[in-house]
């Protein structure tokens, strides 16, 4: 029988057609369905941050966005810790940052967080600082040779030069004295020559006029107007219609579905897929009648080609400017629009009005996503500039996403890291009992300890029959004495195993769970039991035997800098890891019995928990008090919009191009009302996976 392995959370067999063999297939089925090329490589991430030493700073950061940007052939050096492997053939780097938002916020919000925890598979914690942007871009020490100034991507044309430009037919027809709209529309003769669909001409029969006949000024209303399309059995027909103001405001952004069978999706330049224009019930005749109420009758459309989009629209409009024709090379040769917007507008991160590919991220596909919203803004900065000067428009893109500041604000966090730091500490905690009167304390001490690093222990006394309450220092020890002890006989006593009772420990037992399926935890067992004087070299050759094992993590006391009695596994396959548990669970190593199960804490979130449960957290009683009222107050309508982040960014990821870098940051909060460390999640987009990793 073959064995089942797990993928995106379904059981399939490892065997067949479902195998790798049978995935890769089915996924070059899919291109071919969708109309697109030969298989890609695809490439992934390996990221050493397993141990303790996962606090990535700013500057680490860069280092990694700009080799994933512009890789080994642009001088930019390989992270020492993660590797990008297939760089060249990453599709892009998508950067989203979650303002005011920490690990603190990942965590006391964990359940809500559904799609980061399952798709991200790397993680670290992120050293916070006051101004992140401008530290994470503008605050690398970058030596002038070791800029991306100059540097263009391979195999894509150069950047024009402003030489160029001033013999550029444009300027030698008006200078370089800014005029008014009216001197850049196409006249008529223009448009007739360049294939523009003209009123009463015979081969726009069925077209509809836009009726937009108003006298022109300089004050009249401009729009920008782009279309994408696909191949039909009929030619070349709408997917995509998309129509912004002079303010970059998103007006329209409709899917459309064509009336012949589509025959090529174009997805590699649309982002138009199958499955996005399976629901769709819009119609062209629908988007023409939208169009036709929303311009007003002075209204001038801007766009990079223009006479396709309108072409394709069946449309008639008489005003028009063609940046295309605007800015023209040599013999009529015509720029891209992501060259014309680093040359003339100076920017990389400009909103998409024409045909550029969906990773640029304009307007149009973030409210395509539910993400254009009043608190979203696409980064243009000049930061963004200096660091990577002259990386090509689709290739490099920040999406900035702030939950209502009322909700995040910093004089909250110290109630919300004292809710969070209290119910840690209450995961950390088991009750054992009862006991005998005059039972041994050293026994039970003993017997608890195999699972795990005891922070603290102490007997209860006021309760009928003695118990003792055991704080352990990782979530795994605490669960396993549950598991393992619950019902056994210590010191004499057949005892009880079990958890605090309170209001903030109703849904442990959901979150353990969730936890141990967490993406970061798959491959990777908690051991316990272990002797102190054994060496990090002594427990490699005692697991030496068990197969695909890729790391050996073994914590540290933070203060003594000792090795604990208890370590974790990492193993390359999630099949080994649980044929580990079985070898290892009452394995004898020098005398001592192990214990095992499936992890629950990565190396950043156990140094993270074990820091929090030594801060005092003293506030000041009325303050505090009055803060964690307000958090009480807000916590139920914050814990529906972090619901409701999760799922924008759900759509922001499955939107994107197939092999992109994605990387998703709490920066952390940096203020005179508290400090807490970011976080950061990254996986590479992969069609046939969860994520190439």
Known sequence: MAKAVCVNGLKRPAGGGEGAGGRLAARKRRRKADGGGPEEKSSRLSAALFGEDCEISCDQLYELLKYAALGKCHNAT???????????????????????????????????????RKVFQHRFTLTPSTNFLASLYGGANLKPENTAQGLTS??????????????????????EKKRGLTSYTLTLEEQKKNDYPIKGSPGCKGYIYTECDQQRTDSSPLFGLDCEMCLTAKGSEVTRVSLVDAQGQCLLNELVKPEGVIVNYRTRFSGITKKMLCPVKTRLPDIQTRLKKMLPHDAVLVGHSLNSDLQALKMIHPSVIDTSLLFARNEGRRFKLKFLAKAVLGFLDCLQVTGQRPLLLGRQELESSGLCQSNLSISNKEILQRALEDVPLSTFSIVQFSLDPEYVASHLLAGLCEKVRSKLTDMLTIYVGPFE?????????????????????????????????????????????VESLNGAEVAGSCIKVQRPVTAAMLDSDVLIKELELDVENEGVIYVAGLKKSLTETDLKEEFSQLKDLETLFLPKDLQSGKHRNCCFLKFQKSQSAVDALEVIHGWTVKGSKLRSRNALASGHLWKWIWQMNRSDGKQGGNILHERMKQLSDLEQDLTKKVKKLDHHIKKLYRSLQNNTLCVVLFPGVNSMDGSQSGLGLMAIKDDGGRSAC
């Open 78 to 116: 390989q992270p020492s810790w993660c590797r990008i492997y297939q760089q060249s053939h990453l599709a892009g780097v998508v950067v989203v940052v979650l303002h005011e938002m920490s690990q603190l916020h990942f965590y006391k919000f964990y359940l809500q967080f559904k799609h980061l």
């Open 154 to 175: 391979a195999g894509s044309e150069c950047v024009p030069k402003s030489s160029d430009l001033e013999c550029d037919p444009i300027i030698r027809k008006y200078g």
């Open 437 to 481: 009167e005059g039972f041994c304390l050293k026994s039970v001490k003993k017997e608890f300890g195999r699972c795990g690093p005891i922070q603290s222990l102490t007997v209860v006394t006021e309760t009928y029959q003695p118990h003792v309450c055991i704080q352990y220092e990782v979530l795994e020890a605490a669960q396993l004495a």
